[in-house]
């Protein structure tokens, strides 16, 4: 019994060893273990000092990721720039990396009050293409450590509003990247375009619009006058643009990964892209396809002037698996957008 | 000696951090880091996880359990993920010996895989047939070369079986029950459907081609040699999907597809529609995509076999009310069913419908039907069978290199 026991543990360990070889093996091949071996950032790893060559950018619409705040940077390889393009996202040379670290405020109201650092993603672009690599910030905070499989984690923080708030955080496996950022199966960068960074961010205190920095310091080639330069509204400011072009900025980042003709949910025949023009497409009295009860028991995508009676809404409400959109990385309800997109479709005719 | 010593210490080190580590991370790791070629054994037991797991851009694996109901995979209690098991951007993948169950959403969704193989795989929702169901059982979709083969589906609140928008298709030697519908191709160009039984769903095996999609056709769809029976149970689709349109009580329901045999099946106690050949116009749905052909067309139904019940068809579908006043005193609901709205374009201009583009229906065991002349407000429905008395030339088999 003690002898079947033992030999059974040896021969489960044994295999565990091999697979432990394996995933060494491959994780030392190529990628570093730790977010501190890139040398990214000066001084201390949680603070996010970015190191020289590496430049902060932010989106003026930005994917929704359960309340989250994002830090964005990157880094061009040395001496390259990115040519202008005001269709789809730039266009990186091989060489890039993109760096997004997500992070929770302790409280919303008030930053000063201290962060916690969940994760940082890098989307790299190597030769053959760009990697997607997650690494997921310890407890102390002091480094960020490679994960493959992905993993869930609880997050509490006061709200805006002042509210506590609790809830599961969803770290991605590296599939799951490939899951938003997939252009006819390639993997691809889904956030900074022109439009998006055409916006203001402050530079060590000095306010500046990024494509002009980003022209100034050497990172962009072929901008136009700025005033020409397409620009996504901020989806929240109502001053940056009308309803409708903000309910279609909000749509854009959050939904055209996957629903647009060459994405994942091409399947589905709705597409979400700013571009699009076709109403049918757009969901306007579409009936859905593989919505399952994703539908509510509803006929359409968008009904012109009823929200309720809406599947997009009803998805972007829901926090079932079964139901719910985006199909990852939300466990709570985006109120504030949610409000939007009602307005948007009570004011359809 | 000492390096011996050595490995064995990482060895028990590594066994206890990984036996306590969740099998969620396990298992994704694995089919993260399977080498092109390989095969992903799972053992034995029943393993329950919290997210969808997935494989995508590798080639020639084969995901391998130790059989149906020895290797569960159980997504009861999924938090992330809509799908239980998916697969994206393959070639050559096969998967077998196993079961899926309860996952929130679809049970196994493989989608862009060049070479799909499901081999004696089940995929089941176990709290019985309900709205709150995944939507699909077997899901591959935007698929060449699927195989479908020894499986089963139960419970799905749409489609056990379906296959989307797919090109090179065999579903053979399998069973779907308790489905909103049991098997369904959709969208979907050269398919052979033979040897399955599908039985006590709604609807037993649906050939539809929808508009709005990436791929607009299907076509040269073969249904034979299945078993269809006692497809009455009430339909629990949630609303708004297409397929929560079909009445319980149907065997084999073709919507607006073209080119479609359907031979040698046994459609029994099917009490409503055992078959029947429909447009989408009969649906009342909009119809914007201007690529969309909304007609059944080329449909050959020949040598099946019809039993049906006395009595009238199910109340809760429409058609019940329908037959309730078409039929007069003494006459048995018809076992299949045509809503008669055709192409304009299908007659010649002698209004004679044209040789290649008809619907044929022969030789049948039991064959009773109704031309519902839909399009014209039921003014002119016919009993008569003549009209359809032709034949078809028979349709290409698909053959499958299958691994």
């Known amino acids: 019994m003690l002898a079947n026991g033992m030999r059974t543990y ?135 450590v490679l994960e493959v499989a992905g993993d869930t984690k609880m997050v509490r923080y006061i709200d805006a509003k002042g509210e506590n708030r609790q809830h599961a955080y969803m770290i991605p496996n590296l599939n799951q990247c490939k899951g938003c950022h997939n252009r006819n199966e390639v993997m691809v960068p889904i956030g900074p375009s022109i439009r998006q960074l055409n916006g203001d961010l402050a530079y ?63 399947t589905s025949g709705l597409n979400l892209r700013i571009s699009e023009t076709d109403p049918t497409a757009l969901g306007i009295l579409k009936p859905p396809v593989a919505a399952g009860r994703g539908s509510g028991g509803h006929q359409f995508d968008i009904v012109p002037g009823k929200p309720d009676e809406s599947i997009l809404i009803y998805r972007l409400h829901s926090t079932d698996p079964g139901e719910m959109m985006p199909e990852l990385g939300r466990k709570t309800v985006h109120t504030e957008s949610l409000a939007l997109l009602r307005e948007w479709i009570n004011a359809m005719k | 000696m000492k390096p011996y010593l050595c490995i064995l210490m990482i060895c028990l080190i590594y066994a206890q951090a990984w036996s306590q580590a969740d099998v969620q991370k396990r298992y994704q790791t694995k089919l993260i880091m399977a080498e092109d070629g390989s095969t992903i054994d799972l053992d034995q037991g029943t393993f329950t996880f919290t997210s969808t797991l997935s494989l995508q851009d590798k080639k020639r694996i084969v995901i391998r359990g130790k059989g149906v109901d020895k290797t ?73 070369n699927v195989v479908i083969d020894q499986c089963t589906a139960i419970g799905a609140s749409d489609a056990g079986i379906y296959v989307g928008q797919s090109r090179g298709i065999v579903v053979k030697n399998s069973k779907a029950h308790h489905n909103v519908a049991g098997i369904e191709i959709e969208n979907s160009k050269n398919a052979d459907v033979f040897d399955n039984e599908a039985y006590e769903n709604t609807g037993g095996i649906l050939v539809f081609d929808l508009p709005d999609l990436v791929q607009k056709q299907g076509g040269n769809v073969r249904v034979f040699n299945n078993y269809v029976h006692d ?76 039993e049906r019940k006395p009595g009238p068809a199910s109340q809760r579908g429409r058609y019940g009310k329908l037959f309730e006043q078409i039929l007069k005193g003494g006459q048995e609901v018809p076992n299949i069913i045509y809503d008669g709205i ?9 209004g004679k419908p044209l040789a290649d583009k008809r619907i044929c229906i022969r030789n049948n065991k039991n064959q009773s039907l109704v031309n519902l002349d839909a399009g014209r407000g039921f003014k002119n429905v016919s009993l008569d069978a003549a009209a359809f008395d032709c034949q078809l030339a028979p349709l290409k088999a698909t053959a499958v290199n299958a691994r």
């Open chain 1, 10 to 144: 040896l021969f489960g360990s044994l295999s565990v060893l091999v697979a432990w070889l394996t995933l060494v093996s491959w994780r030392t091949a190529a990628v570093p273990e730790k977010l501190s071996e890139y040398g990214f950032f000066t001084g201390k790893l949680a603070d996010q000092q970015p190191a020289a060559g590496v430049v902060p950018y932010t989106l003026n619409t930005p994917l929704f990721s359960d309340y989250a705040e994002k830090l964005r940077f990157v880094k061009l390889p040395a001496g390259q720039a990115v040519a202008y393009n005001d269709t789809s996202v730039l266009n990186f040379p091989v060489g890039t990396t993109l760096i997004k670290t997500f992070y929770f405020s302790n409280d919303f109201r008030n930053p000063a009050k201290g962060r916690r650092l969940m994760e940082t993603r890098l989307l790299v672009h190597q030769a053959e293409g760009w990697k997607a690599f997650d690494y997921v910030w310890n407890d102390e905070q002091t480094d960020a």
């Open chain 1, 204 to 266: 060590t205190g000095k306010k500046e619009n990024q494509l002009a920095h980003w022209q100034r310091s050497g990172m962009l080639t072929g901008l136009p006058a700025l005033s020409t330069c397409p620009k996504t509204p901020v989806w929240n400011k109502p001053e940056t643009g009308s309803l409708n072009d903000r309910a279609r900025a909000w749509l854009d980042i959050n939904c055209a990964h996957c629903h647009n003709p060459n994405g994942p949910a091409m």
């Open chain 2, 231 to 306: 497809n009455n149970l009430p339909n629990f689709a949630p609303a708004g999907n297409i397929v929560a349109s079909v009445s319980d009580g149907t065997g084999l329901l073709i919507l607006a597809a073209n080119g479609v045999e359907v031979f040698n099946n046994r459609f029994i106690h099917n009490q409503s529609v055992n078959t029947g050949i429909i447009s989408y116009l009969l649906t009342e749905l909009p119809i914007k995509d201007k690529a969309y052909y909304p007609f059944s067309t080329a449909v050959s139904i020949h040598d099946n076999v019809y």
């Open chain 2, 72 to 144: 569960v995979l159980s997504f009861k209690g999924q938090t992330d993920g809509a799908e239980g098991l998916r697969v994206s951007n393959g070639e050559n993948i096969v998967i077998e010996n196993l079961t899926v169950q309860d996952s929130k959403g679809d049970g196994i969704k493989t989608m862009n895989v060049k070479g799909i193989t499901f081999r004696n795989v089940k995929v089941e929702w176990t709290g019985g047939p309900k709205a709150e169901n995944g939507g699909y059982g077997l899901y591959p979709v935007q698929c060449d």
């Open chain 2, 342 to 350: 055709a192409d304009p374009a299908t007659f010649d201009k002698d």
